[in-house]
Each structure stands twice: as structure tokens, then as C-alpha cells.
């Protein structure tokens, strides 16, 4: 069974900004959406790039070589070209450490927000 692992720091990504981490052979894409943080694949499932390199708005990450977007909460894809969602990963934040468990899941996210 997985652990969560310590992956950075809250004041390592700020709000509106995201940040790739490798965890247990896993490209994970993080990112700060007003204090909520959402873990996600980081490699776009149209073609590779990195989304952690993406311009995030609200919720949505979009991918910086086509311009699919994701919706970081579920994973889901947003717009063309990409057709696949990508892997969603549990957050959660234990004071200023944001840790992730590095196993991917499918379907609705679990973000945790910075109290």
C-alpha cells in the first residue's frame, strides 16, 4: 500500500502556479488554486508536454503545446485536441508540507485546502 509523500512546501508553489514533482516513477504535475491544491498527471494524453509548464484559470490547466484543457479537480478534458482525461492523485496538506500519494486514480479529485 502507497504513503503519502512529502512532494513540497506550501509556500514553494504559489497560488495560481503549478510544479512538476516525480514521485515513485510518476511525472505528477501540482498545483495551487487559491490555497486548494490538486495533484494530476503531468504529461498532456494528446502528445508530451508538460502541464505543470501550463497557464492555469481557475480550476482548468490548459496544455502548453496544443491548448487542451483539464479540469484539475476530476481529470476530465476540457477541449480538443486531447480526448483522454488525465489520472487524478489525493492531496492533502499537513502544515506547510503538501504531500501526495503516489497512486493514480480515475474520477472526481479530493483537494485539500490550506486552512
Known sequence: MNEFV???TVEEIPPGQGRRVDVDGYRI???NVGGTFYAVDDTCTHEEASL???PVSGEIVAC???GS???LPTGRVLSLPAVRPVNTYEVKVEGSDV???PQPRKGVGMPHKVR
Open 29 to 31: 504535475a501540482l498545483f
Open 64 to 66: 502548453p503545446k496544443h
Open 52 to 54: 505543470a509548464e501550463g
Open 69 to 71: 484543457r483539464f479540469h
Open 6 to 8: 512529502k512532494v513540497a
Open 99 to 101: 504531500l501526495v500519494l
